[in-house]
């Protein structure tokens, strides 16, 4: 093969050969709408643009940015690529530029984003002496930042833990905030999205309490549109990385003054989200899907352990402010409708969001203000071909090699009959460069990534001695000078390819790209077309491939293309009034200063006062005159994203020098003692691994063979607080411990997948402790519905996805924060199980939502997957993006059967 550049349209024609494709979509390309510069960017502004090639906005741009200058809340949707960082840089950098006291601080989900927004800000305005603060930045450089930037760039974590607790430090800046950038805001869903929304309420809070702003009319209810001339539209188990650190000793109880017989704890102390593996799992809290390194506190406190606060899990008067009142819920901690009074802001909020639906809704859900959206996409797109891609089915008598599989699919037990998706996105990706197209090939795990460019930089190596030097893997976890060197090189064309985990997902202006290779499906068509949108960037044709792992789900979507392309992205699901959420995050704003009636509906009205009356039952806050106080020394310890614990660092024995790092959930995983890590295509063995002290210690060294942990899981019933007894069939609600322990590893040869030996470990059991709603049937009852003893499993572990999937429509959750383990004989209960559990410590309130309107529930999943028009079950019915077991076994029409006799025990008052 030849290095010569070729058109990505042309590529795929080359590949189109291949029976692998089974589908080519074209997303044909779209002109632009360009308008005049608004009148109030300064000159000195424009030229820097023009300089970068920016002459003038596309039409979004210039709207956008002018509802954000007219002091209206805005969130900016439209298609990746857009440039929606330019909606909020010419209004913040105007704001500066007017005001020399003025201040800005952005919000990233991820490093990489925030540092890509760095060199942009830089590049425009270095007068405003932009800067980062986050886990990386040197302490020396700390006080400097907060002294002498005026546009800070950070995450919510830093927010969370440094900047509000140490507010007073910052108490200049926040007078001054002037905007809020918040970008990437779909990132911010589930639990996570819930912990931000309050983040976000508490920074209003300190920013208010420096520079007072009244209550009334916000600005957004009654300033004119004035957008370039026109009236705005108001379009308004997978595998997790494995389990959390063992479980905390319970806290302090107090009860709900309505029932004391049940509470529902508001866990303070230390969050922690263990994996499951079994089932369906929920993914790991927080990254929601997308790896960021943990920020480390400003000033390290100790941990206060704080009293639990308890609620009465079925009081009937609190059961919308609960969970919602269903997936379209705004719940009680959003906004006021317009026209009304509301907690008001000095500082304009600006939201850059994927498309997806209702935006503003999802945007006024998170920062309580009334948002307006801008969804009509002005900028010019290069045509896309997408195509799907099935690995070939591997000659009779072979399967595939076990050494390539990507260790998060959990299918190591048995052979694949296709070849893996790890050596196919390889071969994809060896293929491109050869032909000259820059590519970036995404891969679900960190293992897989480094898995796609080692095998790439061999393949290029026979085909053209020296260019494998040319493609590297990037992910979480490696030093930042690494993280930083990797994408100027992608930038600079230095790299011609890379395989990233979805750390590259998110904004980062990858100019240059041709084509984007997709290792399996990445759980919702949002991030699809996010990873597809990292292509043709410069506007020019871009090539996107699906490579279908060898699961029923990413089979099925290669083959029904319309799941992918037919249907509108998901919309983004958070509940502020989560009590679970709730309850910590207002020990949080007590511990900053106290908290008033007016801070209360802020926080969310009626929710919050509910909420603070159990923290003070709990001892957690106490009542003075002047408001509600965080009654101990240390801030109370939260953890936005459930990671659990401190990073393990990787380091190199023999020299001392630490290559990297890797999550604490992953790294009874990952380094495990005997594990091969993989770092930039070198090899290293794990010696030991010190939890205690958070440190793994390896050798470099090649050996001829990989490693695959082993891991059993299991769920224990340790209470039952309500149980309804319907002949045959029993419904459940109840604490449970979910125990996860990796116990061995195999060596396998690498080539042939042999597996050489099975070594045993020794590490501690992963616990989750947390609240789930289940229901048991006799296998009686089952025989007389017609479902056969060997389709009991895969129908019952069918009925669970279902469930899980339409938990949403009567709890404000996202199916990410909730777990599933199925099983035709349960320890506890003898019977038949299906188990829905909360994915976060102590419980987040769906299961008792799912309790309380049981029927209602099973009745939307029986009905769910009887009108899909599939014929043994798809991803819009009985299958899962996140299964623990691969989509195996599924028995779509038995689960109906089951569903069906469930629902014929079951009263409608269960519901």
Not at 887 to 905: E, F, G, S
């Amino acid at each position: 093969m030849s290095h010569t550049a070729v058109a990505p349209a042309e590529l795929l024609r080359r590949l189109h050969t291949s029976p692998s494709v089974t589908h080519v979509e074209i997303v044909p390309p779209a002109a632009g709408d360009p308008v005049e510069w608004p009148s109030w960017v300064p000159s000195a502004l424009r030229s820097a643009l023009a300089a970068r090639g920016v002459t003038r906005p596309w039409r979004h741009q210039a709207e956008a940015a002018t509802l954000a200058r007219d002091g209206r809340h805005v969130v900016i949707a439209t298609g990746t690529a857009s440039g929606k960082s330019l909606a909020y840089l010419l209004p913040a950098l105007t704001a500066l530029d007017a005001d020399p006291k003025a201040t800005v601080l952005y919000l990233a989900p991820t490093k990489a984003l925030a540092a890509d927004q760095l060199r942009a800000v830089t590049a425009l305005a270095p007068q405003v002496r932009p800067a980062c603060y986050d886990g990386d930045t040197p302490s020396e450089e700390r006080e400097w930042i907060r002294a002498n930037s005026r546009f800070i760039l950070t995450n919510p974590d830093m927010l969370h833990h440094s900047i509000l607790p140490h507010h007073h430090l910052w108490s200049t800046f926040l007078r001054r905030l002037t905007y809020v950038v918040v970008d990437e805001c779909h990132v911010y869903r589930g639990l996570f999205g819930s912990h931000v929304a309050h983040v976000l309420r508490r920074l209003r809070r300190m920013a208010d309490r420096y520079a007072p702003v009244p209550f009334g009319p916000d600005p957004a209810d009654t300033a004119p549109p004035n957008a370039v001339g026109e009236e705005p539209p108001n379009t308004l188990g997978e595998k997790p990385p494995t389990a959390a650190v063992p479980a905390r000793r319970g806290a302090d109880v107090a009860r709900h003054a309505g029932d004391p017989a049940h509470e529902v704890s508001l866990s303070v102390s230390e969050a922690t989200v263990p994996a499951q593996h079994g089932g369906d799992t929920p993914r790991h809290a927080g990254d929601p899907a997308h790896e960021v390194t943990r920020s480390a506190p400003e000033a390290a406190v100790p941990a206060q352990h704080a009293g639990d606060a308890r609620r009465h899990a079925a009081d009937p008067a609190r059961a919308d402010t609960r969970a919602g009142r269903g997936a379209g819920a705004r719940g009680q901690a959003g906004p006021r409708r317009r026209g009304r009074a509301v907690r008001r802001s000095r500082a304009v909020f600006v939201l850059a969001s994927a498309t997806s639906g209702d935006p503003a809704a999802a945007a006024e859900r998170l920062t309580g203000l009334p948002v307006t959206a801008v969804t009509a996409d002005g900028s010019p797109r290069g045509g896309v071909t997408f195509a799907l891609w099935e690995p070939p089915l591997l000659p009779p008598g072979l399967s595939g090699d076990p050494t390539e599989l990507d260790p998060d699919d959990d299918s190591l037990a048995a052979p694949s009959v296709r070849r893996s998706a790890l050596r196919e996105t390889a071969d994809l990706l060896t293929d491109a460069i050869t032909h000259g197209v820059r590519t970036l090939a995404f891969v679900r795990s960190r293992r897989g990534a480094e898995v796609v460019a080692s095998i790439a930089r061999r393949s290029l190596d026979e085909a053209v001695p020296g260019l494998g030097r040319r493609v590297a893997a990037y992910r979480a976890g490696y030093l930042r000078e690494e993280r930083r060197t990797l994408e100027r090189a992608l930038l600079t064309g230095e790299l011609l390819g890379m395989a990233s985990t979805n750390a590259l997902e998110l904004g980062v202006d990858l100019v240059g790209l041709d084509a984007v290779i997709i290792c399996g499906y990445p759980g919702t068509r949002a991030s699809l077309w996010q990873q597809a949108g990292r292509a043709g960037r410069s506007g020019g044709e871009a090539l996107a491939v699906l490579v279908a792992r060898d699961d029923p789900l990413d089979t099925y979507l290669v083959h029904h293309p319309d799941a992918l392309f037919g249907r509108p992205v998901e919309a983004t699901v958070l509940d502020p009034a989560n009590p679970y959420v709730l309850g910590p995050q207002l020990c949080c704003a007590a511990n900053e200063a106290p908290l008033t009636a007016d801070d209360l509906e802020l926080f969310g009205g009626a929710p919050a006062e509910a909420t603070v009356a159990a923290l003070v039952r709990s001892g957690s806050l106490r009542r003075r005159p002047t408001g509600f106080f965080w009654t101990h020394r240390t801030r109370p310890d939260v953890d936005l994203r459930g990671e659990g614990g401190s990073p393990v660092n990787v380091v190199e024995s023999a020299t001392g020098r630490l290559l990297g790092t890797v999550d604490p959930a992953s790294s009874h995983f990952i380094v495990h003692p005997g594990a091969v890590y993989l770092h930039q295509g070198s090899s290293f063995v794990v010696e030991e691994l010190h939890l205690d002290d958070a440190v793994a210690l390896v050798r470099a060294e090649e050996p001829d063979w990989t490693t695959h942990a082993r891991d059993v899981t299991s769920l224990a019933v340790t209470s039952v607080r309500e149980r309804f007894d319907a002949g045959p069939v029993g419904l459940f609600l109840g604490e449970v411990d979910v125990h996860g322990q990796v116990v061995s590893y195999q060596r396998r040869r690498i080539g042939s997948g042999e597996v050489i030996d099975t070594r045993p470990l020794d590490l501690p059991v992963r616990e989750l402790h947390t609240v789930a709603v289940w229901f048991t049937i006799t296998p009686e009852a089952l025989e007389a519905a017609g479902v056969e003893p060997a389709d009991v499993p895969g129908a019952l572990h069918a009925a669970e996805h279902a469930a899980i999937g339409l938990l949403p429509l009567v709890a404000t959750c996202d199916r990410w924060d909730i777990g599933g383990i199925s099983t035709a004989a349960h320890p506890d209960t003898g019977l038949p199980t299906v188990f829905v559990y909360d994915g976060h410590p102590g419980g987040a309130g769906f299961a008792e939502r799912a309790h309380a309107v049981a029927a209602d529930w099973l009745r939307a999943t029986r009905e769910a997957i009887h009108s899909c028009a599939c014929e043994t079950g798809c991803p819009a019915c009985v299958q899962s993006p996140k299964c623990g077991n691969g989509n195996n076994p599924l028995a779509k029409d038995a689960a109906v059967r089951v569903l069906d006799a469930v629902l014929a025990a079951l009263p409608t008052a269960a519901g």
